[in-house]
């Protein structure tokens, strides 16, 4: 029994369901639209930001630093709060989840990470109020990492329950569509303004316009979700506890170990992610090759042949299986390490060849990346374990991949980025390798007592 003037977070729900029903089910086509939603939306909202730290705000925050390099750096270091941010949102918007409901925890994280997002469009420069910029931009990155712990909301988790046996590898690539998607309209706003634009008005307010379409987005992607999360379906896997968060203490203590292997399953994947988006276009942006507009558009190319690779990765990995689909994916990447540095350091041709393959290669591996997180949870625990797994994942594979890899290549030369790629690539082999190891023996202990 709840009591009065305290509804349970079932209730807030029921309450949702009723509002939206329409006496229609929920099919699998609206949950992956509203899953590739919701992705696409943090995923811009995580690189215009990531695309900023590059063109705008070594320039704009990290004036006093005359040297470029280790003003990117500082920028580089800003942008790694989100992901240390991020975990204490989890926790935090677990407590919201049990106690007012998905819907309740959605719409205030969302609310946070787009008025965090649109706020950055009215940072003032270092030169109008000095390290109160710096404090200001670190307080607002900390808003976007502490909002996006509470965006994750289970939708995957969803597709990945209704999807058939044989087509496992189809589904779990749907809400890895939203990072290149994502990525693509963030370089297309940057790129328009940084190109049509003189360097004095880009800085001035041209890099602007992106923070506030951020929010707008944000805006449609919480309806589309909350449309699922208010749905009959959505209701009944929450009530069963397929979709019900835990207590953090309780499911680290049943699935702790799951949680730390999953967090390196997709380290090659996740290094890679940064190679490809932020880091190359810092890389061009000082030390040439050719210009950031023209890198940009570049960029947008190998996004969409990343989409194609991430739907491939589906089918792949329903024909040979998610766990040998990552391992290959992650000996492609160790391969491509011997000749990415040479490539980034070859002028214009070879930038573009860089981001084109690099593309094509991320996105065999990061299109199962989001599968290999979830499926040695049970049902009790997925949607509290997914969400722990993810969050280490990121801050471990890719929180401080952009920082890591120009830090090396400025200081040591690039071809240092090539053993970040291969360091990554051995994770997520010996992730695997242990895991199926460990896997088997848990199948072989009944059948031995």
């Not at 005359?66 to 240390?84: D, E, G, K």
């Not at 207590?247 to 170990?257: D, K």
């Not at 491939?312 to 990415?340: E, H, P």
């Not at 790629?421 to 242990?434: D, M, P, Q, R």
Request: aromatic share 14%.
């Amino acid at each position: 029994m709840s009591n009065a003037g305290s509804p349970t977070s079932s209730e807030f729900e029921r309450d949702a369901r009723r509002m939206h029903e329409d006496g229609k089910p929920l099919s699998p086509g609206s949950i992956a639209i509203g899953v590739i939603i919701g992705r696409m939306s943090e995923f811009f909202d995580f690189f215009i930001y990531g695309i900023a730290s590059v063109l705008v705000f070594p320039r704009l925050v990290f004036s006093f630093e005359a040297n470029p390099v280790t003003a990117t750096l500082m920028s580089f270091a800003i942008f790694s709060l989100a992901f240390m941010a991020r975990p204490v949102g989890s926790l935090v918007f677990m407590w919201v989840d049990r106690t007012y409901g998905r819907g309740s925890k959605l719409t205030i994280a969302l609310f946070i990470l787009g008025g965090s997002t649109a706020s950055l469009a009215f940072l003032p420069s270092y030169e109008t109020i000095g390290m109160w910029s710096v404090v200001l931009l670190a307080l607002f990155r900390l808003g976007q990492g502490f909002a996006l712990g509470g965006a994750w909301d289970g939708m995957a988790s969803l597709l990945a329950l209704n999807a058939p046996k044989e087509h496992r590898g189809w589904y779990a690539m749907i809400p890895q569509l939203g990072a290149p998607i994502g990525f693509a309209l963030a370089s297309a706003l940057f790129g328009y303004f940084y190109a049509s634009l003189s360097t004095a008005d880009f800085l001035s307010w041209g890099w602007r316009y992106p923070f506030f379409v951020a929010f707008a987005i944000n805006v449609v992607a919480l309806f589309a979700r909350l449309r699922i999360v208010a749905s009959r379906e959505f209701g009944e896997l929450f009530e069963s506890n397929e979709l019900q968060p835990t207590p953090v203490l309780e499911t680290i203590r049943v699935h702790g170990r799951d949680i730390l292997l999953g967090a390196f399953v997709p380290l090659a994947s996740f290094a890679m992610f940064h190679l490809v988006t932020i880091f190359p276009l810092s890389w061009v942006t000082l030390y040439g090759g050719q210009s950031a507009g023209e890198f940009l558009f570049v960029q947008i190319i190998g996004a969409a042949v990343g989409v194609c690779s991430v739907i491939i990765s589906g089918l792949l990995a329903d024909r040979i299986g998610r766990r040998k689909q990552l391992m290959i994916g992650a000996v492609i990447i160790a391969i491509f390490s011997f000749t990415a540095p040479f490539l980034l350091d070859a002028g214009g041709k070879g930038q573009d060849a860089f981001i084109i393959i690099g593309f094509a290669i991320l996105g065999l591996s990061f299109g199962q990346a989001s599968g290999a997180v979830s499926s040695r949870f049970g049902l009790r625990y997925r949607y509290t374990g997914s969400a722990l797994t993810s969050d280490l994942a990121w801050l471990l594979g890719a929180g401080f991949a952009p920082l890591v890899a120009l830090g090396l290549a400025s200081n040591f030369g690039i071809i240092f980025i090539g053993g970040y790629l291969i360091s990554g690539a051995i994770c997520t082999l010996g992730a695997l390798t242990l895991s199926r190891i460990l896997g088997n023996a848990e199948h072989q202990a009944p059948a031995n007592r």
